[in-house]
């Protein structure tokens, strides 16, 4: 079902985040205007082996960096926020699983309401929420202004119009 612009809260935001589970749910928890998605590396191992005369090159142990989400805003107090928060302030630590619903601006948010891109986060943790510092007395709105992860393992999945 596609959603209504003039109704919509987040259809100035590019990077919807919800949880890994509704991934299709079409009320997410966030909506951020700038995202930086984590890189993949691997690592090289040599081994020299018996009777040859150069090192032989194997993939090593794969990396995941870290994703930063800026420029957002959370509609209402979430469990999102209250783990984001709890997680930074020193409350039990846990790991939780997100995804991001990429929109493109030439799409009209999708066909049917779909992403074109979806970003699923395995095993997140935040490790640092930088609040705005800018506050509008006529908004409700929970602005963020940053918010960085940690992240063991990362898909992406291209949606199919």
């Known amino acids: 079902m596609a959603r209504a612009i003039d109704t919509d809260f987040y259809h100035n935001f590019r990077f919807h985040v919800s949880e890994a589970q509704v991934g299709t749910n079409l009320d997410p928890v966030a909506g951020f205007r700038s995202a930086s998605i984590p890189d993949l590396s691997v690592d090289m191992s040599e081994y020299r082996e018996g009777v040859y005369l150069y090192t032989r090159k194997y993939p090593g142990i794969p990396k995941v960096g870290d994703c930063s989400l800026s420029k957002g805003v959370a509609k209402k107090d979430s469990d999102f926020l209250r783990w984001l928060f709890k997680c930074v302030n020193g409350g039990e630590t846990y790991r939780s699983d997100i995804t991001i619903q990429e929109y493109h601006i030439e799409d009209e948010f999708g066909i049917n309401g779909s992403p074109s891109k979806v970003i699923e986060l395995f095993e997140v943790f935040p490790t640092s929420v ?22 063991e393992e990362i898909r992406v999945k291209l949606v199919v119009t």
């Open 130 to 151: 930088k609040v705005t510092g800018d506050k509008d007395a006529s908004s409700s709105d929970i602005a963020i202004q940053e918010i960085s992860f940690a992240v």
